[in-house]
């Protein structure tokens, strides 16, 4: 019988609070005149409009992820296959799976605006972000205009866009299969 590859473990989900818990982390509610997201002659309409939907992705990003996090809280300390097990793994996959299906509408929405991205109000706001966050911005619309960035973000998007994103690869299925029958031999 053959020995198992020495692999690295999974990383432990990251500690997160309960979901009242977060929410007490929250900034106190505020309002702002639903003007603002009306465009005018500085402004136009489109920019609110692109500028609203990345705000929804974002949170539904957010909440998806959440999902995930707590779900990891959810498995067994044993990892024996258990029907808890697999449902808690089926339910993170589709939590996991949502966070990708939000990622590809964010990469349409990009493409499909691209006149937006160039808009000086637009550039002057993606300017004002950190280094950090700007940077990541580029990665996230080169991507989605079908570039190949070299950074590690970029790569990272890259391969959940050309193989994660509801794509049907069959070697990659195929991997991924074999992966889980040696898993399944080995009793990881």
Known sequence: MKKPRDRPKP?????????????DHLAPLETFDPAAFRGNDDVP????????????????????????????????????RTRVS??????????????????????????????VLSHPFFTSVIQHLHPVSREAWSSLVKVAQGATPTDPLGKKLLLLRNKVFFHYDAKALSTGYAEQLRRAAYGG
């Open 11 to 23: 990383a432990a989900a990251p500690d997160m609070p309960d979901f009242r818990t977060e929410c």
């Open 45 to 80: 309409q489109a920019v609110c409009n692109f500028v609203l939907a990345l705000a929804l992705i974002y949170n539904d990003c957010k909440d998806a992820i959440y999902a995930h996090v707590v779900l990891a809280g959810l498995k067994p300390a044993d990892r024996r």
């Open 86 to 115: 697999g449902a808690v793994a089926g339910a993170q996959l589709h939590a996991f799976r949502a966070v990708a299906g939000l990622l590809h509408e964010l990469f349409d929405l990009i493409r499909e605006n691209d006149d």
